[in-house]
């Protein structure tokens, strides 16, 4: 008898069409090609995706046409009579209006009898197996019992007679009884299957192939970084299966267990791909914690009170009433005082639950000495590793970074083995506990990533002034069109794959830098939060967009405790949005503010002096790259109305764009500015166009100021802000360049280093 040295396991997903069974046959093809000569390899397979809910509810109109879409374009004969059994089951079963669990077990071998047959066709130098003929169960239908001793004697005579070259395709799933009934192995039965004929063939390995690369730290749609996990141990691997982690249902294991035969879930689509082994022991030197793992959708059951402190028999009574009402405990916690215990439940659960412990201790509730209450919406958090184990410190890292977060932990439950720490959390923080337990334990570096948009004036600007910068590095840099991650080629990606790509980089802290002016990428803001990115911009869009959208997109942040620095968007780089968040964190309050806001504007009326036409300035304006490339967006005072409507917002008015008051200077011709000078002149005043606030009104317009006047006191380009508080009689003035990239630039700097410092 050849040696067998591999199963290997195909599931729904992987045979779930005929291309994806021509993948398989690939697979298998290249994996007989590499064994060593006269060793031997097995095929378990489960039913085509979808088959067996439908064979359950009897849809064989459903069955039939899948099974003979696949035949022909697999070219291979249909399987007419395997076909023609089922559905004349399927009609005595309609005509009784019947079916018992042995029938229905029945009617589910089909899934597993037609997807061997296919493949067996399609696949040339392979034959079908019915693993019915080998694996004897006992008559528990549904969730038949193996009786190895039989099985393990069949399984070794068929494949001691097993023809040389041929690879057998197994049937997953179902076995029979001693009458020949048909039976099922229930849940994950396919992969039992395998572990069955894995262990008593003594095989060298079990492949599980599915639609995944392997078992990951962390559910990746929570925590995009999750990284698929080389090793874990049998242990490790039963306590995630148990807190919901996609890994193969434990009982599976257990044949392959007690022969120590590694299980290794490999990813159909990704063959390549080294997936993930279980084995008796991972590797020494891999991560302390391997996986986080929860359980949603639960209730907290609390009891305390006198009666519990030292009173023998009550926590027996406790759980004898919860397992009378067959209720499943999740997790158990107690504290030492013995002044209460407290257990959780599913949330379908959990009313049974309180009634019947408010039945039990009712006098004991009613004289006051002990109290029951149920809170709902709950979720358990399994920190789970095997390496854990004896290491000083891990609950700390644990609890400590939950704290810094503001998440509050409601139970905690801890094994004597050290391998599973559990948590008990608000369902709302689960998310976000888990992505903080996964940037302390999985992120390889303390360093920031800083992730740019925008590679104009400003972000040009920006990368020679982050040069050399330690505490962070900028990995991906991209500009309307294309993207670049790690200083390799640029390549063509949409907004979403950026997103999508950056969130998957694994730095504890992860910053967004937009240096665009793009509506677009402001409006992605809330999706980049979500994904854990802070945010630093001196694009303006986001702090003027319609108020629902301003407000939602704070809350996100402040869900996601994600950091918003947009200082370059009023002043560039003033400290005008930093002032006046200092003055109203100290108490005082803001009358009004009144200001020189737009760089452009400034630059125009400090140089009109009458001697050329207001028209001529504007185009030498634009000409050395002082306005847009159509001037008439500054004239418009548009600018500056989006910095008052951001000030504004910031001292807590809800307003919108369109309640700001806004002077159009395009719509007035060249006479128009020499009349204004004229007569701001007769007074001794100067032309400046002002921006207020001021009693919830915002107002922009061309006005004569006097010469002594703070606003009056501007060259080139600058900017003027003039706050007026409780505690400044006077206005306390803000006063610099406006514009400008290099000023932009180190504002946005800034705005990354303030991140890094309060990370």
């Not at 039963?238 to 919901?244: L, N, R």
């Not at 640029?490 to 997103?499: D, H, R, S, V, W």
């Amino acid at each position: 008898m050849a040696k067998i040295t591999k199963i290997m396991k195909f599931g729904g997903s992987s045979v779930g069409s005929a291309d994806r069974i021509k993948n398989v046959c690939r697979i298998i093809h290249n994996s007989a090609l590499s064994q060593s000569k006269g060793d031997k390899i097995a095929v378990v397979v489960s039913a085509m995706q979808g088959v067996t809910d439908k064979l359950l509810v009897l849809d064989f109109a459903w069955v039939k046409e899948k099974h003979l879409a696949a035949a022909k374009e697999l070219r291979v004969s249909s399987p007419i009579i395997l076909l023609n059994e089922l559905e004349n089951i399927i009609k005595g079963i309609k005509l009784i209006g019947d079916a018992s669990p042995m029938v229905l077990d029945l009617v589910a071998s089909f899934g597993e009898r037609l997807s061997a047959e296919l493949i067996a066709s399609y696949f040339k130098k392979s034959q079908a197996v019915d693993a019915r003929k080998l694996v004897k169960t006992d008559d528990n239908f549904q969730n038949a019992a193996v009786d190895f001793s039989k099985t393990n004697v069949k399984i070794r005579n068929y494949f001691r007679k097993l023809p040389q070259g041929i690879i057998p395709i197994i049937t997953g799933f179902i076995g029979s009884d001693d009458k020949e009934r048909t039976t099922t192995l229930g849940r994950g039965g396919s992969d039992y299957t395998a572990a069955i004929f894995g262990a008593a063939l003594n095989c060298d390995v079990i492949e599980i192939w599915t639609d995944v690369d392997g078992v990951m730290s962390a559910d990746p749609r929570i925590v995009p970084e999750a990284v698929t996990l080389p090793q874990i141990s049998y242990e490790e691997a039963f306590e995630m299966a148990y807190f919901g982690a996609k890994v193969i249902y434990p009982p599976t294991m257990l044949p392959a267990i007690k022969k120590n035969i590694p299980i290794v879930i490999k990813n159909t689509f990704n063959p390549e791909y080294s997936g993930t082994v279980i084995c008796k022991k991972s590797k020494t030197g891999s991560s302390l914690v391997k996986n986080f793992s929860t359980i949603d959708d639960v209730s907290l059951i609390n009891i305390g009170g006198m009666n519990l402190a030292g009173v023998p028999g009550t926590a027996e009574r406790v759980f004898r009433v919860i397992a009378n009402k067959k209720i499943n405990v999740i997790l158990i916690s107690q504290a030492s005082s013995e002044y209460t215990i407290c257990f959780v439940v599913k949330n379908a659960d959990a009313v049974k639950a309180l009634s019947a412990l408010n039945k039990e201790f009712e006098s004991e509730i009613r004289d006051k000495k002990m109290a029951v209450e149920k809170k709902d919406d709950h979720s358990v958090i399994a920190v789970v590793g095997e390496k854990m184990r004896g290491i000083p410190g891990i609950a700390g890292r644990i609890f400590g970074v939950l704290g810094q977060n503001k998440i509050n932990i409601f139970a905690i439950a801890q094994g004597s083995s050290e391998k599973n720490v559990s948590l008990v959390v608000n369902r709302g923080d689960k998310d976000n506990a888990i992505r903080f337990l996964h940037q302390e334990f999985f992120s390889p570096s303390r360093d920031a990533e800083v992730f740019l948009i925008g590679k104009g004036v400003v972000g040009s600007a920006l990368l020679k002034q982050a040069k050399n910068r330690s505490g962070f590095k900028i990995c991906a840099v991209a500009d309307s069109k294309q993207m670049r991650f790690d200083g390799k080629g640029f390549e063509t990606m949409n907004l979403k794959e950026y997103i999508r790509k950056a969130a998957k980089r694994q730095a504890k802290t992860k910053i967004l830098v937009d240096c665009t002016a793009s509506e677009t990428i402001a409006k992605s803001y809330e999706d980049f939060a979500k994904k854990g990115f802070h945010i630093v911009t001196p694009n303006k869009k986001a702090n003027v967009l319609p108020i629902k959208k301003y407000q939602s997109l704070r809350e996100i942040l402040a869900a996601n405790k994600k950091y918003f620095y947009y200082d370059a968007n009023v002043g560039a780089g003033l400290p005008v949005i930093e002032t006046i968040k200092n003055l109203l964190a100290t108490g005082d309050k803001i009358n009004k503010i009144e200001g020189i806001f737009s760089g452009t504007l400034s630059y125009l009326f400090n140089n009109f002096d009458g001697k050329q036409k207001f028209s001529a300035l504007v185009a030498e304006a634009k000409q050395r790259g002082y306005t847009e490339p159509d001037p008439r967006e500054d004239l418009s005072g548009m600018d500056a109305g989006r910095k008052l409507l951001i000030l504004a917002r910031e001292v807590g008015q809800i307003l919108e764009l369109s309640d700001v008051k806004l002077e159009n200077l395009a719509d007035y011709d060249d006479a128009y500015f020499a009349g204004r000078l004229k007569k701001a002149r007769a007074k001794k005043n100067v032309l400046r166009y002002v921006g207020s606030i001021k009693n919830g009104r915002l107002a922009a317009c061309l006005k004569e100021v006097g010469v002594s006047e703070p606003l009056a006191n501007t060259s080139g380009t600058d900017n003027i802000i003039a706050i007026y508080t409780k505690n400044y009689k006077n206005p306390l003035v803000i006063k610099g360049p406006g514009a400008g990239a290099e000023v932009t630039a180190a504002a946005v700097l800034k705005g990354i280093l303030k991140i890094i410092h309060e990370i």
